[in-house]
T-cell receptor, first 119, second 113 residues
Framework: AQKVTQAQTEISVVEKEDVTLDCVYE???????LFWYKQPPSGELVFLIR??????QNEISGRYSWNFQKSTSSFNFTITASQVVDSAVYFC????????????????FGKGTLLTVNP | DADVTQTPRNRITKTGKRIMLECSQT?????MYWYRQDPGLGLRLIYY???????NKGEISDGYSVSRQAQAKFSLSLESAIPNQTALYFC????????????FGPGTRLTVT
């Protein structure tokens, strides 16, 4: 069964600090997808990134960067120079096919990491 | 306009009441999902539907039922609400051509007193 572990329940930093959110996953599939979502205090889920299992290139988008390492089954998320507006719950998720045709996917979420950025 | 909408956005109800949460989408997706989120537990799948005639239970379907009235509408019902169903509920959709990508609605915050 697939599993996503976000070991950090809560993280608190001071503005302008860099912060890394950890995500470790378990899957038996060779084809799968990983996601990060942000949930600000208003409650909606904001899609941040999708990465497929064949693409191990790191990605940078502004102050956000993602480090995908299949060897350690990790997909970590770093915010550089954090800002108060980054305060939110961040979810890592794994999408894995559960049928042989590969047309049905199950999305499994980690329990989330609450990031608080203090001014 | 939002692609995935949920009504109501907030609801307070009493134990034993029947309540329906509605989800509509304009994305033209065949697949729709209902999740619940509890503090510290992430999102868990309640029910999912791959088309109007195909409805499946997720990992926590007990106490819930669903109705897929049309391709664009997927409703979640609590037949007799209980306090531990207090949670944030999300609807999501996906396209069969990109089944691993799900698009979420804004959520419905339900409180059962």
């Amino acid at each position: 069964a697939q599993k996503v572990t976000q070991a950090q329940t809560e993280i608190s930093v001071v503005e302008k600090e860099d912060v890394t959110l950890d995500c470790v996953y378990e899957t038996r599939d060779t084809t799968y997808y990983l996601f990060w979502y942000k949930q600000p205090p208003s409650g909606e889920l904001v899609f941040l990134i999708r990465r497929n299992s064949f693409d191990e290139q790191n990605e940078i988008s502004g102050r956000y960067s993602w480090n995908f390492q299949k060897s350690t089954s990790s997909f970590n998320f770093t915010i550089t120079a954090s800002q108060v507006v980054d305060s939110a719950v961040y979810f890592c998720a794994l999408s894995e096919s559960y049928n042989s045709g590969g047309s049905n996917y199950k999305l499994t979420f980690g329990k989330g990491t609450l990031l608080t950025v203090n001014p | 306009d939002a692609d995935v909408t949920q009504t109501p956005r907030n609801r307070i109800t009493k134990t034993g009441k029947r309540i329906m949460l509605e989800c509509s989408q304009t994305k033209g997706h065949d697949r729709m999902y209902w999740y619940r989120q509890d503090p510290g537990l992430g999102l868990r799948l309640i029910y999912y539907s791959f088309d109007v005639k195909d409805i499946n239970k997720g990992e926590i379907s007990d106490g819930y039922s669903v109705s897929r009235q049309a391709q664009a509408k997927f409703s979640l019902s609590l037949e007799s609400a209980i306090p531990n169903q207090t949670a944030l509920y999300f609807c999501a959709t996906s396209d069969p051509q990109r089944p691993n990508e799900q698009y979420f609605g804004p959520g419905t915050r339900l409180t059962v007193t």
